[in-house]
């Protein structure tokens, strides 16, 4: 966390992500993969391509609304996870948090507010997959619902090195219950 920038009481804001947020939403997406710890992806696409990626709705960003700067803190998004019907209610999330905006409530705030609207699109099941070492985000998914399923043991290489990844889920206590 970035110890210069301060998030004041009351100025977080989750908003459906616009297309005129990309650049910022890019921007927190290349700080993520910088780290090393949040995908395999090693580079951001372009906005065609993220766009055809991921669903629709919801796709969400959280705003700080702070001397109406409007600067975006994190963003969330879902993609499918297979294009066989019985999946359709199946999706894989993503978080990402602005490097300065971490460790204040930003990613657990975003994360819930995706879990609302996922049901509310009858979505019944959210997965995600991280890495071990990514503790926060494992707290943060777990906070808000999601378990462990199982440890997908090297799943896929960065480089040279083998991945292993944390598989999770969270189950709609709305959207497909019977």
Not at 10 to 37: C, F, H, K, N, S
Not at 59 to 76: I, Y
Not at 86 to 107: H, T
Not at 141 to 149: K, M, Q, W
Request: proline fraction near 3%; glycine fraction near 10%.
């Amino acid at each position: 966390m970035n110890d210069s920038f301060i998030l004041p009481a009351g100025t977080l804001v989750i908003e459906p992500m616009l297309v005129r947020d990309w650049e910022q939403v890019r921007a927190i997406y290349l700080e993520g993969i910088a780290t090393g710890a949040a995908t395999f992806e090693t580079e951001a696409p372009a906005w065609e391509k993220w766009d055809t990626g991921h669903l629709a709705v919801p796709r969400l960003v959280a705003r700080n609304k702070a001397g109406q700067d409007g600067r975006v803190l994190g963003w969330a998004a879902l993609s499918k996870v297979s294009g066989r019907c019985v999946y359709a209610g199946v999706a894989d999330e993503s978080i990402y948090v602005a490097a300065a905006a971490r460790g204040l409530g930003v990613g657990r705030t975003l994360l819930a507010r995706l879990c609302e609207e996922a049901d509310r699109a009858g979505l019944w099941t959210l997965q995600a997959g991280i890495f071990p070492e990514n503790l926060a985000s494992l707290r943060v998914h777990e906070a808000c619902g999601f378990r462990v399923v199982g440890r997908r043991e090297k799943i896929g290489k960065m480089g040279t090195k083998w991945r292993d990844v944390m598989f999770l889920e969270r189950r709609s206590r709305v959207a497909g219950a019977d």
